[in-house]
């Protein structure tokens, strides 16, 4: 077994690229008492990933220098020294950009693979899956028949929110960065309006799709096309704040139009969050997301590069806008 | 009896000044059956009423050209033909800048005299007061020991904010324009840190009164000194949007740093409001006003200035901060 990790090796200033990581080969350590060995199978790449990468308060503390970068991965135990988990067991954690893992199994949640497909827990009922949940749900709070604008729409948050929104019976505009995006959630998720923000005017495609205005606003992108979204709000706005990442990658202090007049005249709402605010009800989030999963009333798209070697390159394009729905790194198969 | 009108002759872009308004005679109209006659003894004037005096959607409608302009006015009636209000009665309504008017008495409250100065209902017991309980209380929901950041901390709503969160038994640091100012929130209402903003540098002396950070912020400012509070909030923030003072009068777009990143990892919440949204509740809230003015918990100013017409110097002078407390304009003592 060649085990192989990736570190953090410079803070990138702008968008990361391969001077900012370093690929280093680390013996495989085996498990003391109430470890296990674990196989890495899936590695998630997401956006909040960026502001880890800086030195300064962001979510989540930034990363270290030199040491592995982690997030959420799927796995498999190939050895284990723990009470709790057995050999060929799939487990979810988070857990260091790592071929081969050595973990304590506390910081592991066992998965049922005949429950969903293990990589949908680092997807639609994960992280991205719960941060839609909770942030449309409790600060948007969609009622039938309003109008809910999602930035950021094809991705693992986005096309959850619209799907979630339609659900509540609310009319959704996603806006997204490719045809093919607008394709899969008009066509696939049936949002009721999508605009791509790389070919048209959003401001105008804003105002035709949007006819009786913005009653909630889920923000993945920030930036200029939330500007836009915000100059339509209607009285009793709600704006969740998930993510700015047209921001993440600035080297220099985003400046626009200040937005307090328009919140003020509108009794809007803005509300920031990350979804472990919510840690104590993921358990009731993950089971209604799961249940409509299983209802047919949700469905999910991954986009997913093979290769360890590729994890980096499948972060970056993030940035880019490479993925639909869930970006993952299949490392390898279960045995 | 000789009666004026003051009416909105041109849209001011930028400060009004006399070129926007007109003073005329007009006659004094005889009340009809269930109308009575009033004859003003004070006028509000409050920096709300800017926003008014653009052609744009704002709070509430825009002030029409050529008609009189329009507030919180406290009068008496000198003749009825009302059953429900007699000569003599001292009531409040939303009026028309007049020196003698002629309204339904359903548009009226009556105030009694007995109760509070009848000017108080202009002030801590009226709009600007409730505007600082629902706002505070609902939007800010300050815990002992927080720190509350108010701007504007001198003027109508500033001051009873401040009183209300030491009453909550929050910490809080005031923002404001001049020495006596700072010497009546600090000496008077017991703030426990005050600042000038036109003398100090705002984000060092903020730094340096609010060691552990900012928990609410009551803003009836926005533009620069918001950024500089905004930099310090916490997690779990909450940021009432009052006001934008610095702002009614700009000729153009207000630019500054976004602010979502900062609400995004401090998971904050800034809300707008107008206290119309808080109508159900204007009783309780008076009442609860009340109460603490008369346990002496709760005590105010008002700046008068005396005659019809000063009332657009009194305006005016709002947003070169001339007033502490309420600004109001008498213009005649009851009989």
Known sequence: MHNEQIVLSARPNGMPNSEHFRTESIPVKDPENGEVLLKTLYISVDPYMRGRMNDRKSYVPPFALNEPLSGGIVAQVISSRSTELTEGDIVIGNLPWQKFITAPDASLRKLDPDLAPISASLGILGMPGLTAYFGLLDIGDPKPGETVVVSGAAGAVGTVVGQLARIKGARVVGIAGSDDK???????????????????????????TCPDGVDVYFDNVGGDISDAVLSLINKGA??????????????????????????????????????????????????????WLKEGKL???????????????????????????????????PD
């Open 238 to 291: 709600r704006i969740a704040l998930c993510g700015q990442i047209s921001l993440y990658n600035l080297e220099k202090q985003d400046h626009g139009p200040r937005m307090q007049g328009q919140l003020l005249i509108n009794s809007a709402l803005m509300k920031g969050f990350i979804v472990s605010d919510y840690a104590q009800h993921f358990e009731q989030g993950a089971m209604e997301l799961a249940k």
């Open 299 to 333: 469905t999910y798209k991954e986009t997913i590069v093979e290769g360890f070697d590729q994890t980096l390159r499948a972060f970056t394009g993030l940035f880019t806008g490479d993925n639909i729905g869930k970006q993952l790194v299949k490392v390898a198969d």
């Open 182 to 208: 607008l394709h899969y959630l008009k066509n696939e998720l049936q949002f009721d309006e999508v605009i791509n923000y790389k070919t048209e005017n959003v401001r105008d495609s804003l105002s035709n």
